[in-house]
């Protein structure tokens, strides 16, 4: 079975930085992609920061300059470094790993940016 187990959340404040990772097990395919997405309250999930097979990474405008995501693929872990935060980053952060047919998601942790 496949399990996707986020880690890093938490509160920080303004201007602080976090730096979360998902670790999955039980999987052991070649991704076609790895990546974060988040969802405020009262809004829709949102992509984060996304990078595929051949390393290429996409950011939301939002986070540009701020975050980096990567990858251990050995470890079948990705990361997301967060800096400078921002209140309105506060959100439920869901990992997420794809293959060509399935794709799975992690239960989410939460990051409160508040002072």
């Known amino acids: 079975q496949v399990q996707l187990v986020e880690s890093g959340g938490g509160l920080v404040q303004p201007g602080g930085s976090l730096t979360l990772s998902c670790a999955a097990s039980g999987i052991t395919f070649s991704f076609v992609s790895v990546g974060w997405y988040r969802q405020a309250p009262g809004k829709e999930r949102e992509l984060v920061a996304l990078i595929n097979r051949s390393g290429y990474i996409t950011y939301a405008e939002p986070v540009k300059g701020r975050f980096t995501i990567s990858r251990d693929n050995a470890k079948n872990t990705v990361y997301l470094q967060m800096n400078s935060l921002r209140p309105e980053d506060t959100a439920v952060y869901y990992c997420?790993?794809?293959?060509?047919?399935?794709?799975?998601w992690g239960k989410g942790t939460l990051v409160t940016v508040s002072s």
């Open positions: 997420n790993f794809n293959t060509w047919t399935e794709h799975y």
